[in-house]
C-alpha cells in the first residue's frame, strides 16, 4: 500500500504537496489556502489546522507565533440547500 | 470484520438499549439501537472503512466522532454528504456509502494512489498538450467530487426561516456554556442555550466515570457534575422572581455570526431550518478541537482521535478496537487509557517524544499491568490494508531525530490523545483579534480578565479561550456569564459583586497551573479590549 502522510483529510493534500508548494513560494497560510485548498474541505481546518501551520514554520523558519489566521466564513457547518431557499425574505 | 463489539459489561457504565431500530447499509440489514447514530451501529457491526477519500480513495474511517472531520459521509435516505457520525439512527433509513466502487472495502479506483504516488500536482499535470485539456477535464470531471447529487423532485416547499431574538445567546452546552448560561439566568438574563448534539454536557457526556475536580475542591465524577449543572439549568426556569430563563436547542449548531453597527445575528443551523437570532450579547463557548498527528499512513481506519475513542466506548457503548496504542503521555491520555481498560481494550503501550507531563503515581495503575511508555518515540507509520494491522515506532535522539531504532507493535487501534487546540471558528468570524499560542495549541481569543472579546457583547469561555480543564472551564464560563450581565445592565449590582468572587476563584485555579499552560493563558489576557 502507498504510503502517504496525509495532512488535509478533506482534499487529500500530503506533506510532501504542501513542502512543493511552499518552495513555489506560497509561504502563508491565505496563499496555501488558495494555491492547494487546504482548509476548504467539508472540515474548513479544524482537523489539518496545526500540521499545516507546524510544516510551514518549519519550511520557512518562521516564529509560530507570527502566524494570522485564515478568514472564516460562515456556514461553519454544511448547509442544506433548501434551507437557504427557504432563507430568504418573502 | 468481527461480530458485535458493543460493550454489555462496563464496570461503571450502564448502557440504555431498549429498542432495536433497523437500517439497511449498503442494501444490508443493519441492528442497532435507539439513541446510537450510524456511525456507532455500523461501528458495532464491526465496519471500519467508511469512506473512500476525494482524490486517491484510500480508505478512511471513523476519525472525529463529533462531526467535524468528514472521514464518515454517506448518502443518507438519498440525502448526499451527510456526516453518520452525528446522525442517530431511524427505522429503515437507507444508508449508502459514496464514492466506491464497487465496494466501499474494495474501491478499484484506488488505482489512483498507485499511479500517483507523489500526488496529482492539478497545477501542472493534464494541462498540455493544450488540445487535450478538454478531454481531460471530461474524464476528471467524471471521478472528482464526493456524493451525487439528490434526485430532483418535482415541486418542494422549503422550510420556513426562523426568528428569534435573545438578550444572551450561549454557543456551546459544555461544562463552560452550562456555567454561564446558569450564572446569567440567575442574574435575571433570558439565555438561548445551543448545543450541536442531541444532549447538553459537552465531555461531560464523553467522560462520564472521570473524577473532575469541581469550583468547590470537591472531585466529582464527570456524570455527577453534569447532572447537578443541568439540575442548575432546570432550577434557573425563570420561576423565580428576578430570574430570566433559559432555552435550550439542542441539535443545533451555530454556523455564521453577522454583524451590522453593533447588531449581531447568529444564523442557527437546526435539522429542520434556518433560525436567524437578533442576539444583543454571545459566549462563545465551543470548546476544543483534537490535535492531529503526521505519520505515514494516518489516515488508515484506525487512527483515531481521543474524542471518537470516548464517543464510542462511552457514550454509545461500542468497543473501538481490541488492542490500542495511545499516542501521548499527558493527563489526558492517561485518563483515556483507563476508560480503554475499562471498556475491555487492551493497552499495547503509550507512545509520546516526552512525559515530563505525568507523574510516576499517575502511572501506577499501567506499570501494574505491564503497560510499557514508550517516551523519547514517536508514530513512524503505521501498517494494514483496510484497517490497522500495526504501528512502527521509531526512538528519537535527545534532539528529535530519530536514532535508527525501531519496533513493530500489533494493533488495531491508535488513539491520538496529543492534546487540544481553542474551536475559534466562531469568534474568528465576529472579527474579534486572536493570536497564536503555541502553549495552548493554535489561536486563541484575546480577552480581558472578565472574559471579554476584543469585540463588544462577545465573550469566551471555556476551551475556546483556551483553558481546557473543566474546573477553569467553569470558572470561565461563571465569570463570562455574569459580565454579560453586567454589560446589559441586567441585575443591578449582584452580578458584579458574584464575578469578582469568581474571579478570585479563577486566580486561585490559575496559579495552580502548570508553567507553560500558565505561560499560554497569560498571552491570551490583555488588560483593556476596547
Known amino acids: 500500500m502507498p504510503s502517504r502522510r496525509i495532512v488535509c483529510r478533506c482534499e487529500d493534500i500530503t506533506e510532501e504537496e504542501i513542502v512543493k508548494a511552499i518552495k513555489r513560494g506560497y509561504k502563508d497560510l491565505e496563499t496555501l489556502k488558495r494555491y492547494l485548498g487546504v482548509f476548504t474541505g467539508p472540515c474548513q481546518g479544524k482537523t489539518c489546522q496545526s500540521l499545516v501551520i507546524k510544516i510551514l514554520a518549519r519550511e520557512t523558519g518562521r516564529n509560530i507565533e507570527d502566524f494570522l489566521p485564515t478568514t472564516e466564513r460562515p456556514p461553519l457547518k454544511p448547509v442544506p440547500l433548501e434551507f437557504l431557499v427557504g432563507a430568504g425574505d418573502r | ?24 447499509f449498503d442494501g444490508k440489514e443493519i441492528v442497532g439501537y435507539e439513541g446510537e447514530t450510524v456511525a456507532a451501529a455500523l461501528y458495532a457491526s464491526g465496519r471500519r472503512v467508511f469512506s473512500r477519500s476525494i482524490r486517491y480513495h484510500r480508505p478512511r474511517g471513523y476519525y472525529c466522532g463529533v462531526g467535524r472531520c468528514a472521514s464518515c459521509m454517506m448518502r443518507v435516505d438519498g440525502v448526499p454528504n451527510t456526516r453518520i457520525c452525528t446522525l442517530p439512527i431511524r427505522e429503515g433509513m437507507v444508508v449508502e456509502s459514496q464514492n466506491r466502487f ?42 472528482a467530487g464526493i456524493g451525487k447529487p439528490p434526485e430532483p423532485v418535482k415541486s418542494f416547499e422549503p422550510p420556513e426561516q426562523g426568528r428569534r431574538s435573545a438578550q444572551l445567546t450561549v454557543v456551546g452546552g459544555g461544562p463552560a456554556g452550562l456555567c454561564a448560561a446558569v450564572e446569567a439566568a440567575n442574574s435575571g438574563v433570558d439565555v438561548l442555550l445551543v448545543d450541536e448534539n442531541p444532549k447538553l454536557g459537552g465531555r461531560l457526556r464523553r467522560e ?23 439540575n442548575q439549568v432546570e432550577k434557573a426556569g425563570g420561576k423565580e422572581e428576578g430570574k430570566g430563563k433559559i432555552l435550550v436547542m439542542l441539535n443545533t449548531t451555530a454556523t455564521g455570526i453577522y454583524q451590522n453597527h453593533g447588531n449581531k445575528t447568529l444564523v442557527l443551523t437546526t435539522p429542520e431550518n434556518l433560525v436567524q437570532v437578533e442576539t444583543k450579547t454571545i459566549v462563545v463557548a465551543t470548546g476544543s478541537h483534537d ?45 483515556l487509557g483507563k476508560q480503554l481498560l475499562d471498556a475491555g481494550v487492551e493497552i499495547a503501550c503509550f507512545v509520546d517524544q516526552s512525559q515530563k507531563r505525568v507523574s510516576e ?8 499491568k505491564n503497560i510499557p511508555f514508550y517516551s523519547s518515540h514517536k508514530i513512524k507509520k503505521v501498517l494494514g490494508h483496510n484497517q490497522v494491522k500495526k504501528a512502527v515506532l521509531a526512538h528519537l535522539n535527545e534532539d528529535g531525530s530519530e536514532s535508527g531504532e525501531e519496533e513493530k507493535i500489533a494493533c488495531d487501534l491508535v488513539c491520538l490523545a496529543l492534546g487540544r487546540r481553542p474551536s475559534c471558528e466562531l469568534t474568528l468570524q465576529t472579527g474579534c483579534k486572536h493570536r497564536m499560542v503555541p502553549e495552548l495549541g493554535g489561536f486563541t481569543p484575546l480577552r480581558d480578565k472578565k472574559f471579554r472579546t476584543t469585540v463588544k457583547g462577545v465573550y469566551v469561555a471555556g476551551g475556546t479561550a483556551g483553558i481546557m480543564d473543566t474546573a477553569g472551564a467553569m470558572l470561565s464560563g461563571r465569570v463570562a456569564g455574569l459580565s454579560a450581565a453586567t ?31 500558565k505561560v499560554g493563558i497569560a498571552k491570551t489576557t490583555v488588560e483593556e479590549v476596547c
Open chain 2, 1 to 24: 470484520m468481527v461480530g458485535d463489539t458493543r460493550i454489555w459489561n462496563h464496570p461503571t457504565i450502564k448502557f440504555e438499549r431498549k429498542k432495536k431500530v433497523r437500517f439497511t
Open chain 2, 102 to 143: 464497487p465496494s466501499l472495502d474494495l474501491d478499484l479506483l484506488r488505482i489512483v494512489d498507485y499511479l500517483f504516488p507523489h500526488g496529482i500536482d492539478y497545477h501542472k499535470m493534464f494541462i498540455r498538450p493544450r488540445f487535450l485539456r478538454e478531454t481531460y477535464n471530461r474524464f476528471i470531471r467524471r471521478f
Open chain 2, 208 to 230: 462520564p466515570q472521570r473524577i473532575f475536580q469541581t469550583n468547590e475542591k470537591e472531585e466529582k465524577t464527570g456524570s455527577e457534575l453534569l447532572k447537578e449543572l443541568l
Open chain 2, 291 to 335: 490535535q492531529p498527528e503526521l505519520f505515514e499512513n494516518n489516515d488508515l481506519p484506525g487512527v483515531m482521535t481521543s474524542t471518537a475513542a470516548q464517543m464510542l466506548m462511552n457514550v454509545y457503548g461500542v468497543k473501538p478496537g481490541e488492542r490500542a496504542v495511545v499516542l501521548g503521555i499527558n493527563k489526558d491520555s492517561l485518563e
Open chain 2, 361 to 368: 503515581t499517575e502511572k501506577k495503575v499501567f506499570d501494574e
Open chain 2, 487 to 517: 454589560d446589559l445592565g441586567i441585575g443591578g449590582e449582584k452580578p458584579l459583586a458574584k464575578c469578582e468572587q469568581f474571579l478570585k476563584q479563577f486566580q486561585d485555579y490559575y496559579d495552580n497551573l502548570d508553567e507553560e499552560t
